[in-house]
């Protein structure tokens, strides 16, 4: 049983995730894992059974999703973890802006990342209790950065939070959002992707070249026993029998 996770890109504690994504992984001895710092090698992606991906601004190429759609129509399951839809471009004034530069990659995910609210505390509610990552569990309160997307393609929204407010480094634009998605699945032919957007981590050095040392390394989401839950049940859903 085989198992791909991507764990590359820029501004995350990448190697904090890659490490606890790792142990989880191992918590299930018949898989096996290989592991990357990009979508290129979609021939380990084809003989999977799942993608694991933690990445920020970093995209398939439009060959690499084509082959990304194809292993999904045919059975494939993807578990996309927080940045996996984001790229970012900061100006010099510490403003970002968010280039429409993968549009067929984004499609494919679902959701294309636009911009967040300063890291604090949300409350995630359980938009669909009748599916297997939700089953059992009760609304929480999680300190994390607060995902606003856009949408591009249809899914099913499992976990789901709410936003009035702005985003100040991501331009003037006012959110007054009563269901921000935090949890969904999409599903194309016979396999599906599952994005939670959970997960935020950066420790001291992880800001270069932008700073030097960032003073306050973060964890958000990996501080709570319900992140890694809903992880396990990722990864249950993404090796299940099918």
Not at 33 to 56: G, N, P
Not at 112 to 141: C, E, N, S
Not at 189 to 212: E, V
Request: hydrophobic share 40%.
């Amino acid at each position: 049983m085989k198992v791909h996770l991507i764990a590359a890109g820029k501004y995350h504690d990448i190697d904090f995730a890659r490490l606890e994504l790792l142990n989880l992984l191992a918590e299930h001895p018949e898989a096996r894992t290989t592991v990357a710092a990009d979508y290129a090698a979609t021939d380990l992606i084809a003989q999977s059974r799942l993608l694991v991906t933690y990445t920020c601004d970093l995209a398939a190429s439009p060959e690499e999703t084509a082959a990304l759609s194809r292993w999904i129509e045919q059975g494939g399951r993807w578990l996309a973890l927080h940045g996996t839809n984001s790229l970012l471009r900061f100006g010099a004034d510490g403003t970002v802006e968010i280039p429409d530069s993968a549009p067929g990659f984004m499609e494919l995910l679902g959701t294309q990342f636009v911009g967040h609210p300063p890291i604090g505390r949300y409350k995630v509610q359980v938009t669909r209790a009748d599916h297997q990552m939700t089953t059992g569990l009760r609304d929480f309160g999680v300190v994390d950065e607060l995902y606003l997307t856009r949408k591009t393609a249809a899914y099913d929204v499992l976990l789901h939070t709410a936003f009035k407010g702005t985003c100040p480094e991501f331009g003037p634009q006012e959110w007054d959002e009563a269901e921000v998605p935090v949890l969904y699945e999409r599903k194309l032919g016979k396999g599906s992707i599952l994005y939670l957007t959970l997960g935020h981590c950066r420790g001291h050095y992880d800001l270069r070249p932008l700073a030097d040392f960032y003073p306050h390394p973060e964890r958000c989401a990996w501080n709570y026993p319900v992140f890694y839950e809903l992880l396990r049940r990722g990864i249950r859903w993404g090796l299940a029998d099918r």
